[in-house]
């Protein structure tokens, strides 16, 4: 059974880094995938990064690339968000997500960047950048 838990979100001013988390419960280190979503106020929620444990391969959403790092570190129970440089449109409840890797029609063992075809889901932790 997989679980997964956010934490970290704070209010923070532009310009800041932050470093928000989710703490996993069951075995997907031996290669899954896992992403992170966020969900600004009033809109759709969108893929902001991806990581296939697999390879350690990433993918990032054009707006958020060269500010944030999604990483895994051997023997920790967590994938990471760093976010450096936030800005206000980076406010949003952001969520981790994670799945099986499988052959995907677009060839590759994880969900493109963006897609929600992902089995399991946290709650979300608040992110909120003021200016």
């Known amino acids: 059974r997989i679980e997964l838990v956010e934490f970290g979100g704070a209010s923070v001013q532009a310009g800041a880094s932050l470093q928000i988390s989710c703490e996993v419960s069951?075995?997907?280190?031996?290669?899954?995938?896992m992403a992170w979503f966020r969900q600004p106020p009033g809109k759709e929620r969108e893929g902001v990064a991806d990581?296939?444990?697999?390879?350690?391969?990433?993918h990032y959403a054009d707006a958020v690339k060269g500010r944030l790092t999604i990483s895994q570190a051997r023997g920790k129970r967590t994938v990471d968000l760093q976010m450096n440089n936030l800005k206000s449109e980076d406010t949003a409840m952001y969520f981790c997500?994670?799945?099986?890797?499988?052959?995907?029609?677009?060839?590759?063992?994880?969900?493109?960047?963006?897609?929600?075809?992902?089995?399991?889901w946290g709650q979300g932790t608040q992110v909120t950048v003021s200016s």
């Open positions: 997500a994670a799945d099986r890797p499988r052959l995907r029609d677009h060839g590759g063992w994880c969900p493109q960047i963006g897609s929600k075809d992902y089995q399991h």
């Open positions: 990581i296939y444990i697999g390879d350690k391969s990433e």
């Open positions: 069951g075995d997907i280190f031996s290669g899954y995938c």
